[in-house]
């Protein structure tokens, strides 16, 4: 079975401090393909990054980052000096090789405070 | 390119009434296309495959008779919730794959449709 975990369900922080989200899956595939989405307020995901499984080079693109462990099945999303317009709801999702379902997490909703 | 459109962003309607929500991928085509809802502050969760031609695939739980699917063309799904209860009240968003892609790629998004039945 295939299983994503996002065990903080919201976090709260002042403008310009450092945060991380945790997501950590579960899955018989040896190939799979792990995402996170932001969900503002408006309801629509916005696509952040896709990472292979056969892939574990952490990526940083400006403020995000994200750390790709296999040994621990976690796949975690960094923002760096965080602002008011990342306050979102995010969702980490897992698919496997061959089929385009999506299994997402329960969502982690950042708050971060002027 | 890889833009879906869904129709309408949100809609209310009475209990008992019938909603009609679209899904359109605008530039590329997909025979196969996914409809989740969500539930306030709550995840994600798929409720069936739309397939291009042929009978969707709905999963465990969903109720087949009550949100009907219907993939008439490469791009374009529908879900029809009928007899709309006030439980049916949620977010559906629809995903659709570009064909024409090379490799595996991420599945896109629709903005979401926010159903209210009153």
């Known amino acids: 079975a295939q299983k994503v975990t996002q065990a903080q369900t919201e976090i709260s922080v002042v403008e310009k401090e450092d945060v991380t989200l945790d997501c950590v899956y579960e899955?018989?595939?040896?190939?799979?393909?792990l995402f996170w989405y932001k969900q503002p307020p408006s309801g629509e995901l916005v696509f952040l990054i896709r990472r292979n499984s056969f892939d574990e080079q952490n990526e940083i693109s400006g403020r995000y980052s994200w750390n790709f462990q296999k040994s621990t099945s976690s796949f975690n999303f960094t923002i760096t000096a965080s602002q008011v317009v990342d306050s979102a709801v995010y969702f980490c999702?897992?698919?496997?090789?061959?089929?385009?379902?999506?299994?997402f997490g329960t969502g982690t909703r950042l708050k971060v405070l002027a | 390119g890889a833009v879906v459109s869904q129709h309408p962003s949100w809609v209310i309607c009475k209990s008992g009434t019938s909603v009609k929500i679209e899904c359109r991928s605008l530039?590329?085509?997909?025979?196969?296309m996914f409809w989740y809802r969500q539930f306030p502050k709550q995840s994600l969760m798929l409720m069936a495959t739309s397939n291009e031609g042929s009978k969707a695939t709905y999963e465990q739980g969903v109720e087949k008779d009550k949100f009907l699917i219907n993939h008439a063309s490469l791009t374009l799904s529908t879900l029809t919730v009928t007899s709309a209860h006030p439980e049916d009240s949620s977010f559906y968003i629809c995903?659709?794959?570009?064909?024409?892609?090379?490799?595996?790629?991420?599945?896109?998004f629709g903005q979401g449709t926010r159903l209210t039945v009153v």
């Open positions: 995903s659709a794959r570009d064909l024409d892609r090379v490799g595996n790629t991420e599945a896109f």
């Open positions: 999702a897992l698919r496997g090789s061959g089929t385009y379902k999506y299994i």
């Open positions: 530039d590329f085509q997909a025979t196969t």
């Open positions: 899955t018989r595939d040896t190939t799979y393909y």
